[in-house]
């Protein structure tokens, strides 16, 4: 019998060398810090595996990928054994596996007895002890069958139950099976042991127990290969990266408002040979330095870099002169990344920048090659191509036995770190050079040129030229304005070698010589390959501008040549969704070109050119170049041409065709056209909201399926829309579609359910289809346009009390409040409006914020933020989290008082409401009324009485109300006339301003009175 089983298993799985892993190796792996395992634990998972700081003995086990993963093949297991292996899934373990659960006794139903706080299975061992035993929150299980029946109860929540679980057993196996299997040094005798028993029989069950104990061992292959394929794919640090890292950030270090830090220094001055300054005996723990940090807004941070990653270690132990070496937090990918969690203000800085640091690229043998000289960074020559964005980088002239010494040796991709910025005054002085080989290259291509002006180096520097001008001029203007300029900041890249590379990023430098330098026919046949790639992805956005094709692409589209616009224009309009590519574009004067196109008679390429600016143009700068170049007047006119001409009607109908290309067209021109409300109107009143909810069904054509959800998006912004819609089952189908597809049809599905949760009914049936929980795990996604609409359907599902008890327990609220820390004002700003309403409704709401571990300080931080949008959105997660007194203590603490009278001087309507209502509910704690008055709030919030928003008048008036509990504020309201405004406010009809406008009024005259009094007798 025991052949039997045998020959149906790996003859791998069963060899007794110590080499293989058992279950509890691989358990032990992930629990344990690299210095605690011994010679059996696997030292791939062991560097893999992420631990809290309390990871060293009794600690928690993090939710990384890699232990992600490894943790849903075991739940897998575990959960299909009963039905896979039905005979050994009702052996009874040989003590009970234990740990606290999450689970309540309301989870347990059918085949359990529920008596109070205890839940018994009704099944029963042969001596009548329950097989699962549930005491307050103690669970006790005691064969696989209850283990997998627990696994499918848990639901959502079984990732937890099952880290519980490893966390509190730690050699399962023991457990399971008994003692003697468990993992010991040396040779692996439990085999052996089996064997025996099954010589002996003196155990009816040894066989299944061989069994059990042999599918363990099939699981611990498929774990150890799982996590090899992980850890195979980690970066990790060197002595190298770090000191570069280091200098770097050095260089933008100083007291400076708009440096990143105040300073960075090593704790130790000498080098070891191999590049590190930790001490030898730490150097065996992977450790590679230690640096003290002072950011601006925090206090000084000590941290270990390691080849692992950066943390927090426990500091500078000053009577020792040494360090505490014990890790204190997570571990980072880089110093940057570190920071990044960890001061606002270095978020803040680093987004003004506008520097790329560049490692050394790769080129096809004829690419064009220019060197880069910034002596005040590296003191050393970088090469890369030929990028002509001025944002990003000035190009130089390298000296000549350079050029000679990088022509002969193969270079790497471009790798660009969007970090810490240079002026254009510290920037070296722009010059090209262009090799011989480029410019045959570039004549080719002079062939397809208007007025013979081809993709020559002449053309290159001509809209270089241009570009600078505009860069300069715009930075100029950017620089007076108090918003912020850019949409979003995209996720920086970190690459730091080719093996990151995929094969499309070399597929498009291939082609990138035949775009370059071919006739016409070579070039379009060159683009439509190009198109073949998947343009959305963004290596393949990076791509295209890394290796140069991002000119050679504008250029393009000043040609004679139709099907090499048209072309280019179908490359740009997809790759332009990327905020590095926009500005890119914008950089190289793409955009005036673009607005020339709207005057061609071809209407295909009108069209094309239309979305890409309408793409490009989502910042400022951007705005400002269509608007300066007359694109303003060409655009509105084909919204307006479409919807005067009777086009809407057309559209409609053909959303019906049976042609799904035309059905994407029609679907993606009423997504761009019902941004205006007439045109919204128009498609209700042609009946075209039925066949754009039909066409959700058709969810195989994605990008019709993302033109499709865009138009619904943008139809919903209209109230009479959202009910057509209610009555079609849009909703449904919406979170129906909320997996397992593309970002580009995500941000579009989530902002349609944004929309419509503003109908009560909507958010309802939101949750009754299970939407909620997908929604919340889009929170941990990191596409800003994503984010932004996601935030913004979570916070309207959280205005139904029962939508937000089920937030609360996914932990959705946690983390909403961790994107505050996200670089994107726009991220920033919708989070913190979604956080209001969580908090407005969540059950102990008081008691949910405090939990978040330095979430009070994160919030009160941006406060000292330049977006307004951000600003109003935090003064009004303020004004919620003031409602309780211990938390309006604890932001009292953190200096929210003088922040927030430091916005007092704005003229924006909607930052003065919720600025207003943020002070009046600060007011209730200690001397807080005082502190704003000698903080110069005051006399400003009197000019907010002259706002045309009754908003504004409601809010401010009961603002002044509390100030004027403090005799020195009265005389402040006083002396700037607020008494006469008020009067006016005493007889509105809306009675909370009345109340308030009379209550101050009352406050200052009972001053007047106690003066006179005191004065006279």
Known sequence: MILEVLSNLNESMILSESSVWSFSDCVYSLRCPLSIQGKTMGAALARAAQWTAAGYGTGTLQITPLNEALLNQIIKFAEDFSTRHPQEAVVVFKEPLEWKTQLGCSAFGEGYEIDGATVKS?????????????????????????????????????????????????????????????????????????????????????????????????????????????????????????????????????????TVLESLEYTSDYTFSNGCRAPPWRQVHGEICYLIIKPHDTDPLCITCSTAGVFLNGGELKSK???????????????????????????????????????????????????????????????????????????????????????????????????????????????????????????????????????????????????????????????????????????????????????????????????????????????????????????????????????VLINLLDTEEIKCQIGSL??????????????????????????????????????????????????????????????????????????????????????????????????????????????????????????????????????????????????????????????????????????????????????????????????????????????????????????????????????????????DRLDGVRLLWSLLKNPNPDVQASAAWAICPCIENAKDAGEMVRSFVGGLELIVNLLKSKNKEVLASVCAAITNIAKDEENLAVITDHGVVPLLSNLANTNNDKLRRHLAEAISHCCMWGSNRVTFGESKAVAPLVRYLKSNDPLVHRATAQALYQLSEDPSNCITMHENGVVKLLLTMVGSTDETLQEAAAGCIANIRRLALATEKAKYG
């Open 570 to 807: 179908k490359i740009l309009k997809e790759i332009s969704q990327n905020t590095l590519i926009r500005h890119a574009i914008a950089d190289l004067g793409g955009l005036e070109i673009m607005v020339k196109i709207l005057d061609s008679p071809d209407k295909d390429l009108k069209c094309l050119a239309a979305e890409t600016i309408a793409n490009v143009a989502r910042f400022k700068r951007a705005r400002r170049t269509v608007r300066l170049h007359g694109g303003i007047k060409r655009l509105p006119s084909y919204r307006l041409a479409i919807r005067t001409e009777g086009m809407i009607e057309n559209l409609v109908n053909n959303l019906s065709s049976e042609h799904e290309e035309l059905q994407m067209h029609c679907a993606s021109a009423i997504f761009k056209c019902a941004e205006d409300k007439e045109t919204r109107d128009l498609v209700r009143l042609h009946g075209g909201l039925q066949p754009l909810s039909v066409l959700l069904g058709n969810s195989e054509n994605k990008q019709l399926l993302a033109a499709v959800t865009g138009a619904i998006w943008k139809c919903a912004i209209s109230g009479e829309n959202v009910s057509k819609f209610h009555d079609y089952k849009v909703v449904e189908a919406l979170v129906g579609l909320l997996t397992d597809q593309p970002e580009e049809v995500l941000i579009n599905i989530v902002g349609a359910l944004g929309e419509c949760c503003q109908e009560p009914i909507n958010r309802a049936i939101i949750r009754q289809c299970g939407g909620i929980p997908p929604l919340v795990k889009l929170l941990t996604g990191t596409n800003q346009a994503l984010l932004v609409n996601v935030t913004k359907a979570v916070g309207a599902c959280a205005t139904e009390p029962e939508n937000m008890m089920i937030i």
């Open 122 to 258: 009704e099944a029963k061992d042969e001596d009548g002890q329950p097989l699962l035993l549930l005491t307050a929150s103690n669970l006790r299980v005691r064969n696989f069958d209850q283990l997998s029946r627990l696994l499918q109860i848990a639901m959502e929540k079984k990732l937890k139950e099952a880290q519980a679980c490893l966390e509190a057993n730690r050699d399962p196996i023991v457990k399971i099976l008994g003692p003697e299997y468990g993992t010991v040094e040396g040779e692996d005798k439990s085999m052996l042991h089996l064997l025996e028993k099954v010589k002996q029989g003196d155990d009816p069950e040894t066989e299944k127990k061989m069994k059990i104990f042999i599918l363990l061992h099939q699981l611990d292959m498929q774990l150890l290969n799982s996590s090899l394929k992980h850890i195979s794919q980690d970066i990790r640090l060197s002595p190298a990266a770090v000191n570069n890292e280091v200098n770097l950030l050095k260089n933008f270090s100083g007291k400076g408002e708009d």
């Open 321 to 551: 002169g040494d360090i505490d070496y014990e890790r204190k937090s997570d571990i980072y990918k880089d110093i940057v990344t570190f920071l990044r969690e960890r001061s606002p203000r270095f978020v803040e800085n680093m987004a003004k920048q506008q520097y790329t640091f560049f490692k050394e690229p790769t080129y096809e043998k004829n690419y064009q090659r220019v060197e880069v000289v910034d002596a005040k960074v590296s003191g050393q020559s970088q090469n890369h191509y030929d990028y002509t964005e001025k944002s990003v980088h000035e190009k130089v002239k390298s000296s000549a036995a350079k050029s000679k010494s990088t022509d002969k040796k193969k270079l790497e991709p471009s790798m660009k770190w969007k970090n810490i910025g240079l002026s254009a005054a510290r920037s070296a002085k722009a010059a090209k050079n262009v090799n011989e080989e480029q410019r045959r290259s570039s004549s080719m291509s002079t062939k397809i040129k208007k007025k013979a002006t081809g993709i020559s180096s002449e053309s290159v520097k001509m809209q270089s030229s241009l570009k600078c001008k505009i860069s300069d001029k715009s930075e100029e203007v950017s620089e007076s304005s108090s918003e912020t300029e850019e949409d979003e900041e995209q996720p920086v890249r970190h690459q730091e070698g080719n093996t990151d590379l995929p094969s499309e990023y070399w597929g498009i430098q291939k082609l990138a010589k035949y775009l370059k330098g071919g006739n016409p026919t070579a070039t379009v046949i060159a683009l439509c390959s190009m198109r073949d790639f998947n343009l959305a992805q963004e290596t393949c956005q990076l791509a295209i501008r890394d290796v140069g094709c991002l000119e």
